[in-house]
């Protein structure tokens, strides 16, 4: 990459002056030699990195956190003097891929742990053979979350390195390196044998020692990288350290071969680091220490096998024939086997807890006994009977879909191995208690169209029930004819009817067409018409709207109104006659307040004041609006208040 990307990657990173990851929990970078330059007496080398990440971990919306691998990242190469040689060298993720590992006992119950490696790769980068040789070394912040060995694990850093030897041994060393891969997952309490050696392409000696994690900066930036020599490990959780990182007994160690053990004695995730020493075999001179960070994780596996088959299993289902499916919820170990036994002399042995199929030579009642791990000693039995009676059709079909009609149900269901014995209709009306019937064929009459979900439960003299459910729209109309109307003799009006898609108004009298929604009115007496409203399902229902016409325009108003509750002239309106816009109507008593402000015409004023009965006096009104032929109307007057 050219210096402008770096320059701007640089720049990036001081902009965001910390980014915690949280996620990290080891890697390990190494390096190859793979030329050398004979006109510049250079070595050319490539850098391979690794880092692991937890594959569960999800930071959310917390500022900073980072739960995916950053790309590109940066190293650094310094000389034995500490001296950085060069700006800092971005690596760009290869490839990366899960890791899964999982208890696989019989006699534990399956764990799973889920991890992400990245591999990052380098440009080849050409160096000359120096004294004391080159460090690479990858820092950053942060460890993962919740590590049990490490303190404050979330804020401590890693530092991640490699030594190419100097002039005085072998500048062209190939590292060694780990190439397993693995999320390793074990039961505390129980034995550890872990094969973790290292390979090295030049065939050099290898010895291995447990050793401390190394921690890095407390923030993620490209400027904080610290030179050689790398000594500051991170603060583990007395008792442990780098030599004893899980505790146990005995205590994890790992031998010259590579093979660690030990006996956990507390489940959680431990940082475990690795080093190894490469000599070589002729000078048996040191080329270099090589370490790894990798996460352990311990669980308490204690498990009590229980098998679980429903003690009773009654089959129904007309469409599989005798063919009974068997379901297992068993408590058992990731490769646990279970034994069935039947009671009409077959056996069958299954290895998951998928639900199976077993035939059975005819009807009858059965016993099933289930043993989990048979011959182990976490092996656990049960016995469950099994009625195997099918044959239960269920169904039932409807008529009737308007809502001013009740509707009607009949249970078309049958048992071909034994009887019907009990029904319940259950119409889906909501918050509605009483929309049930136990008869075969009921009826119910809905309060409101809509789409209702009928459930009707079947049961059996076997014991099987069943329940068929259908999803019915009832439709409605809601027929309007409008508000009765006052006319100045004259005056025409435009019916308005609503609520459906076919509507015929009766008698036709006065109307230009008594087929449409909105006919054309013109008439001069009192008249009432009906309005049907109907749909294209055939749902039907009726308004009606009463006509009046009085000589107009003008505004006809009462003197007097005994608002005593005993139904006649309980209030005090106006009635407009050809009046198409109303201003105002007020109503005030002598002291000039307003004892009532409205344009409701239909209710008027009720003889209240502030919710209490008004006196009975003389009162005042004021009155304007607009008439059909568009002149202002203005009127006052007086009222008396009688009770």
């Not at 020493?277 to 352990?296: F, M, N, Q």
Request: glycine share 10%; proline share 6%.
């Amino acid at each position: 990459m050219g210096k402008s990307v770096i320059l701007l990657f640089i720049l990036a990173c001081s902009l965001h002056g910390t980014v915690n990851a949280y996620h990290i929990i080891g890697g390990e970078i190494y390096y190859r030699t793979v030329g050398y330059n004979t006109a510049t007496g250079n070595y050319r080398y490539v850098f391979i990195l690794k880092l692991y990440r937890d594959g569960d971990f999800v930071c959310g919306s917390r500022q900073g956190c980072l739960d995916y691998f950053e790309n590109p990242v940066p190293i650094n190469i310094f000389n034995a003097a500490g001296n950085r040689v060069g700006p800092s060298r971005l690596m760009e993720i290869e490839y990366t891929r899960p890791i899964r590992d999982t208890l696989k006992n019989p006699c534990l119950a399956p764990q799973t742990i889920y991890l992400e490696v990245a591999f990052y790769g380098s440009d080849t980068i050409e160096l000359p053979p120096i004294a004391g040789g080159y460090y690479i070394s990858y820092q950053r912040c942060c460890r993962g979350e919740a590590l049990t060995n490490i303190y404050n694990s979330e804020r401590e850093g890693s530092t991640f390195y490699t030594w190419i030897p100097g002039t005085e041994t072998r500048p062209s060393n190939n590292s060694a390196y780990f190439g397993i891969d693995e999320a390793p997952v074990i039961c505390s309490g129980l034995p550890l044998r872990y094969d973790y050696r290292a390979t090295d392409p030049d065939g050099d000696s290898l010895t291995y020692s447990l050793c401390s994690a190394l921690a890095g900066g407390n923030s993620r930036t490209n400027e904080a990288v610290s030179p050689p020599p790398y000594t500051t490990t991170v603060s583990y959780i007395p008792p442990y350290h780098g030599g004893a990182p899980m505790g146990g007994n005995p205590a994890m160690s790992i031998d010259n071969n590579g093979l660690i053990t030990g006996v956990p004695d507390r489940s959680g995730k431990f940082v475990v680091s690795v080093c190894v020493s490469e000599y070589d075999r002729a000078t048996k001179r040191l080329l270099g220490v090589h370490h790894k960070d990798l996460l352990i994780t311990v669980y308490n596996c204690e498990t009590r096998i229980t098998a679980s088959t429903p003690a009773l299993l009654n089959h129904c289902n007309d469409s599989l024939g005798l063919s009974v499916p068997i379901t297992n919820n068993s408590v058992a170990g990731f490769t646990s086997s279970f034994q069935w036994n039947f009671s009409d002399g077959t056996d069958t042995v299954t290895f998951t807890r998928d639900v199976f199929f077993h035939q059975f030579p005819d009807t009858g009642v059965y016993t099933v006994k289930l043993v989990v791990n048979p011959g182990l000693p976490c092996t656990d039995s049960m016995v469950g009977r099994i009625n195997n009676y099918p044959g239960l059709r269920s169904g039932f079909t409807l008529s009737g879909l308007c809502r001013e009609n009740p509707v009607f149900f009949t249970d078309t269901s049958s048992y071909r191995n034994g009887s019907i014995v009990y029904r319940r209709w259950d119409f889906g009306v909501a918050d509605v208690s009483t929309d049930t019937s136990n008869s075969i064929s009921p009826s119910y009459r809905f309060p409101t169209g809509g789409v209702f979900s009928v459930n009707l439960t079947l049961r059996t003299n076997r014991g099987c029930e069943a329940t068929v459910t259908q999803n019915m729209r009832l439709y409605e109309v809601n027929p309007f004819a409008g508000n009765d109307t006052i006319l100045a003799r004259g005056q025409t009006l435009q019916l308005q009817g609503a609520g459906g898609e076919f509507y015929t108004w009766s008698p036709g009298t006065g109307l230009n067409d008594p087929n449409v929604r909105d006919p054309m009115l013109t008439w001069n007496d009192e008249i009432t018409f009906r309005l049907r409203v109907s749909n294209q399902q055939g749902c039907f229902g009726f308004d009606s709207i009463n006509v009046k016409y009085y000589t107009g325009p003008e505004f006809y108003i009462p003197n007097a109104f005994t608002p005593n509750g005993d139904g006649t002239n309980d209030y005090f309106r106006f009635i407009p006659v050809g009046i198409r816009e109303y201003h105002y109507f007020r109503i005030f008593n002598r002291w000039g307040e307003v004892m009532y402000n409205s344009l409701d015409f239909r209710h008027g004023w009720d003889g209240y004041y502030r919710g209490r009965p008004a006196a009975i006096d003389t009162y005042l009104w004021i009155l304007e609006g607009i008439d059909l032929n568009g002149q202002r109307i203005s009127k006052k007057g007086t009222v008396t208040l009688l009770r």
